[in-house]
Nanobody, 119 residues
Framework: QVQLVESGGGLVQPGGSLRLSCAASGSIVSINTMGWYRQAPGKQREVVARINGDGSTTYADSVKGRFTISRENAKNTVSLQMNSLRPEDTALYYC?????????????WGQGTQVTVSS
């Protein structure tokens, strides 16, 4: 079994910054892609950023130039540095990981951390 635990959400003013972190634990052999998704009230969950094991990244157009995803493979962690936050970034942010565990490849999700951007 694999668990993902997020931290770092909160309330921030427009233009401010937050850093989200996520740690994976359990019977992990290796982790392929790690990423962050978000879901705002009344909207579908959408990808924010993803990072592969080789460090290559992809970003949603709405966050390019403002958000940076990074990972530490040795610690099975992924982080999301969010700068120049906007009210439209308000959402529940979920960590995601594609993990080799117990002989199979599976997709796992964290419980979510709330980010609210408001003055």
């Amino acid at each position: 079994q694999v668990q993902l635990v997020e931290s770092g959400g909160g309330l921030v003013q427009p233009g401010g910054s937050l850093r989200l972190s996520c740690a994976a634990s359990g019977s992990i052999v290796s982790i392929n892609t790690m990423g962050w998704y978000r879901q705002a009230p009344g909207k579908q969950r959408e990808v924010v950023a993803r990072i592969n094991g080789d460090g290559s990244t992809t970003y949603a157009d709405s966050v390019k130039g403002r958000f940076t995803i990074s990972r530490e493979n040795a610690k099975n962690t992924v982080s999301l540095q969010m700068n120049s936050l906007r009210p439209e970034d308000t959402a529940l942010y979920y960590c995601n990981a594609v993990v080799w565990s117990d002989g199979k490849l599976g997709t796992y999700w964290g419980q979510g951390t709330q980010v609210t951007v408001s003055s």
